[in-house]
């Protein structure tokens, strides 16, 4: 027993002192929880991601503005009737929402179509009802069915006018008939609760009545925008989150090249000759940039071979996007070889800073799914400017042009980390 808690004893030393296998323990694995902790959670009840819905009312009556104020009282809705919420600012119109929806400004969008307010609500097989159209982007699939779902809720709890005169036609009809003076009396107590106030905004709806359905008050069709024309559209929103991810596993590897030839005494032989460290991490980047890109191309072209992803067509912005991407992960991978001292210490805190960013910046997790304040801290990492410019070429069918921002910001961090690990790299020229 002695000799068994001695081994145990000795491997607690080692770990104590090797802070490579330390953080790879410890660090890590409470930095993931706290990531997805606050991804799933939100940060508690009130921060949890709400579902954002442009909002078009092409009825203008009170059976839609009912509908569309309730909607807007639902805690999991944020509900946009303009494109900017300012006063005076320009309703959405159909065009301006189904543009919305495409350039992933907002992730769904319902259309009140003109005769909503007239149609009345039916019960029955084959029953007319009232229509609401809602347009989507595939890449989150979970807002239109949540949409669709509080559509049929404020349906039941909001137009309560709307429910009586069904309730009376129904009656009428199987009834053998009411009275003209019944039915006045019917459609004066109807007007009255038309006359109630409508559901202020930022107030719960109210909840429905027990046994109440879920479905079948109105018809709501869903039309999505984004992946309806695309082969494989699951495959194409994550390959570039994947690829990344992997690109910057690579590139931190690769540049771990230069600790084994300062350890070796390479590296002084090499800066002997008429070599410099600029020329040599110059060098380096080189051979990293174009060992992603090969990497990268490698990735797209297995997925557009055997599992639709649309490469062919998107040659200029894959390009761009590319390169760009090379460019920002091979320097992270040489920034990370000249701070770290051994080949340890590149293991853990490559291990821990990738891991992290890819969580953060969605090659794990999409961020438009994440919680708003999450979402801006991915911003932080050059995962999500990556993925933002793959996304737009694949997913959206943007033009190049609109990628000006993510490669601004990818080159851009490039040439920091590119000037920070030269810098850092002058501790081995006075060695």
Same mark, same amino acid.
């Given at each position: ?23 790879? /323990? ?6 993931? #929880? ?70 992933g ?30 347009? /989507? ?42 009275t003209?003076e ?5 459609e ?54 994947l ?53 990268? $191309? ?7 071979? #055997? ?12 390009l761009?996007? $590319? ?8 320097? #992270?991978?040489?920034?990370l ?12 805190? /490559? ?22 304040k ?12 990556a993925?933002?410019?793959f996304?737009?070429i ?38």
């Open positions: 027993m002695k000799t068994i808690l001695a081994v145990a004893k000795n491997r607690f030393l080692n770990l104590r002192h090797d802070r490579a296998a330390m953080i790879l /323990s410890f660090v890590l694995p409470v930095a993931f #929880f706290s990531i997805f902790a606050g991804v799933f959670s939100g940060g508690g009840r009130g921060a949890t991601r709400k579902i954002q819905v442009a909002v078009v009312d092409e009825d203008g009556s009170s059976a839609s503005r009912r509908l569309l104020a309730a909607l807007a009282a639902e805690q999991g809705l944020a509900v946009f009737r303009a494109p900017e919420e300012k006063p005076g600012a320009a309703a959405f119109t159909r065009a301006t929402a189904e543009t919305a929806v495409r350039a400004d907002v992730p769904v969008a319902l259309i009140v179509p003109a005769g909503f307010g007239a149609t009345p609500f039916s019960f029955g097989p084959g029953a007319r009802r009232p229509t609401v159209e809602i347009l /989507s982007d595939s890449a989150d699939p979970v807002a239109p069915q949540v949409l669709a779902g509080l559509v049929q809720k404020v349906a039941m709890t909001a137009m309560p006018g709307a429910m009586a005169r069904s309730g009376v036609a129904e009656v009428d009809q199987w009834s053998g008939g009411l003209p019944q039915k006045a009396r019917m004066a107590a109807i007007a009255e609760i038309d006359r109630e106030p409508e559901v202020p905004p930022g107030q719960a709806a109210p909840p429905p009545s027990r046994g109440a359905g879920t479905g079948g008050l109105v018809d709501a069709s869903i039309r999505d925008l984004v992946g309806e024309k695309k082969k494989n559209p699951t495959i194409a929103f994550y390959a570039a989150g690829g990344v991810m992997f690109l910057l596993f690579s590139a931190a590897g690769a540049g771990g090249a230069l600790i084994e030839e300062a350890e070796s005494g390479t590296l002084d032989r090499i800066l002997a000759t008429r070599v410099s460290m600029t020329k040599l991490l110059l060098g380096k980047l080189v051979y990293l940039v174009l060992l992603a890109v090969a990497q990268l $191309t490698l990735m797209f072209i297995w997925g557009a071979v #055997f599992f639709g992803v649309e490469l062919w067509s998107h040659i200029p912005g894959f761009i996007m $590319t390169f760009s991407t090379a460019l920002a992960c091979a320097t #992270f991978g040489l920034l070889a000249s701070i770290c001292r051994s080949r340890m210490q590149l293991v853990a805190l /490559s291990n821990l800073a990738i891991l992290l960013m890819s969580a953060l910046g969605g090659s794990m997790f999409p961020r438009f799914l994440m919680p708003e999450m979402q801006k801290i991915g911003l932080a990492t050059l995962n999500a400017w993925i933002d410019g996304q737009k694949f997913w959206r069918d943007e033009p190049v042009s609109s990628l000006w921002p993510q490669v601004t910001v990818l080159v851009g961090i490039g040439i920091v980390f590119f000037l920070i690990a030269r810098r850092v790299a002058e501790r081995w020229e006075a060695a």
